[in-house]
Nanobody, 122 residues
Framework: QVQLVESGGGLVQAGGSLRLSCAAS????????IAWFRQAPGKEREFVAS????????YYADSVKGRFTISRDNAKNTVFLQMNSLKPEDTAVYYC???????????????WGQGTQVTVSS
Protein backbone atom coordinates (compact mmCIF):
# COMPACT_ATOMS: atom_id res chain seq x y z
CA GLN A 1 0.00 0.00 0.00
CA VAL A 2 1.13 3.53 -0.72
CA GLN A 3 2.00 5.57 2.37
CA LEU A 4 0.96 9.21 2.58
CA VAL A 5 2.31 11.88 4.92
CA GLU A 6 0.77 15.33 5.28
CA SER A 7 2.69 18.41 6.37
CA GLY A 8 2.46 22.18 6.29
CA GLY A 9 -0.33 22.84 8.75
CA GLY A 10 -0.16 25.52 11.38
CA LEU A 11 -1.80 28.52 12.99
CA VAL A 12 -2.66 31.53 10.85
CA GLN A 13 -4.82 34.62 11.07
CA ALA A 14 -7.96 34.91 8.99
CA GLY A 15 -7.03 36.03 5.50
CA GLY A 16 -3.67 34.32 5.64
CA SER A 17 -2.27 31.46 3.58
CA LEU A 18 -0.82 28.00 4.06
CA ARG A 19 0.50 25.37 1.69
CA LEU A 20 -0.08 21.76 2.62
CA SER A 21 1.96 18.90 1.20
CA CYS A 22 1.08 15.24 0.78
CA ALA A 23 4.16 13.13 0.20
CA ALA A 24 3.88 9.52 -0.97
CA SER A 25 6.15 6.54 -0.62
CA UNK A 26 6.03 2.79 -1.11
CA UNK A 27 4.19 2.61 -4.45
CA UNK A 28 4.11 4.28 -7.82
CA UNK A 29 2.59 7.69 -7.17
CA UNK A 30 1.73 9.14 -10.56
CA UNK A 31 -1.16 6.77 -11.25
CA UNK A 32 -2.98 7.50 -7.98
CA UNK A 33 -5.79 9.96 -7.61
CA ILE A 34 -5.16 12.16 -4.58
CA ALA A 35 -7.70 14.12 -2.58
CA TRP A 36 -7.67 16.42 0.41
CA PHE A 37 -10.30 15.97 3.09
CA ARG A 38 -10.75 17.80 6.35
CA GLN A 39 -12.46 17.11 9.64
CA ALA A 40 -13.34 19.74 12.21
CA PRO A 41 -14.11 18.86 15.85
CA GLY A 42 -17.56 17.36 16.18
CA LYS A 43 -18.09 17.21 12.42
CA GLU A 44 -17.85 14.53 9.78
CA ARG A 45 -15.00 14.37 7.33
CA GLU A 46 -15.64 16.49 4.25
CA PHE A 47 -14.13 16.55 0.79
CA VAL A 48 -11.99 19.57 -0.07
CA ALA A 49 -10.26 19.00 -3.42
CA SER A 50 -8.88 16.25 -5.63
CA UNK A 51 -6.50 15.78 -8.52
CA UNK A 52 -6.51 12.78 -10.82
CA UNK A 53 -3.53 10.64 -11.70
CA UNK A 54 -4.64 10.11 -15.28
CA UNK A 55 -4.83 13.64 -16.64
CA UNK A 56 -4.47 15.94 -13.64
CA UNK A 57 -8.14 16.91 -13.60
CA UNK A 58 -9.13 18.82 -10.47
CA TYR A 59 -12.31 19.10 -8.46
CA TYR A 60 -13.09 21.48 -5.62
CA ALA A 61 -15.72 21.72 -2.95
CA ASP A 62 -17.86 24.82 -3.33
CA SER A 63 -16.66 26.10 0.02
CA VAL A 64 -13.06 26.45 -1.19
CA LYS A 65 -13.42 27.35 -4.87
CA GLY A 66 -11.42 30.43 -5.73
CA ARG A 67 -9.37 30.17 -2.54
CA PHE A 68 -7.66 26.76 -2.64
CA THR A 69 -5.59 25.23 -5.44
CA ILE A 70 -4.53 21.59 -5.67
CA SER A 71 -1.52 20.57 -7.74
CA ARG A 72 0.92 17.69 -8.01
CA ASP A 73 4.58 17.15 -8.73
CA ASN A 74 4.92 13.52 -9.76
CA ALA A 75 8.70 13.73 -9.95
CA LYS A 76 8.70 14.46 -6.21
CA ASN A 77 5.76 12.19 -5.35
CA THR A 78 3.98 15.14 -3.78
CA VAL A 79 0.56 16.77 -3.98
CA PHE A 80 0.08 20.32 -2.72
CA LEU A 81 -2.88 22.27 -1.45
CA GLN A 82 -2.35 26.02 -1.61
CA MET A 83 -4.84 27.66 0.75
CA ASN A 84 -5.40 31.40 0.46
CA SER A 85 -7.85 33.78 2.11
CA LEU A 86 -8.26 31.38 5.00
CA LYS A 87 -11.33 31.64 7.18
CA PRO A 88 -11.97 30.40 10.73
CA GLU A 89 -14.34 27.79 9.31
CA ASP A 90 -11.37 26.25 7.48
CA THR A 91 -10.02 25.11 10.85
CA ALA A 92 -9.73 21.32 10.77
CA VAL A 93 -7.37 18.41 10.54
CA TYR A 94 -6.52 18.01 6.86
CA TYR A 95 -5.94 14.53 5.45
CA CYS A 96 -4.81 13.36 2.05
CA UNK A 97 -6.20 10.17 0.57
CA UNK A 98 -5.32 8.05 -2.44
CA UNK A 99 -7.63 6.16 -4.77
CA UNK A 100 -6.94 3.86 -7.68
CA UNK A 101 -9.96 3.96 -9.96
CA UNK A 102 -11.80 7.26 -9.57
CA UNK A 103 -11.14 10.82 -8.52
CA UNK A 104 -13.41 13.41 -6.99
CA UNK A 105 -15.63 13.36 -3.92
CA UNK A 106 -17.40 10.09 -4.76
CA UNK A 107 -14.25 8.01 -5.13
CA UNK A 108 -13.26 5.37 -2.62
CA UNK A 109 -10.00 6.38 -0.99
CA UNK A 110 -8.15 3.36 0.33
CA UNK A 111 -4.96 5.06 1.51
CA TRP A 112 -4.73 7.83 4.10
CA GLY A 113 -2.18 9.91 5.89
CA GLN A 114 -2.25 10.86 9.56
CA GLY A 115 -3.37 14.43 9.00
CA THR A 116 -2.04 17.90 9.66
CA GLN A 117 -3.75 20.52 11.83
CA VAL A 118 -4.83 23.82 10.31
CA THR A 119 -6.08 26.47 12.71
CA VAL A 120 -7.37 29.84 11.50
CA SER A 121 -7.94 32.48 14.16
CA SER A 122 -10.46 35.29 13.85
Amino acid sequence: QVQLVESGGGLVQAGGSLRLSCAASGRTFSTYNIAWFRQAPGKEREFVASISGGDGSTYYADSVKGRFTISRDNAKNTVFLQMNSLKPEDTAVYYCGGSIFRSGPAARYAYWGQGTQVTVSS
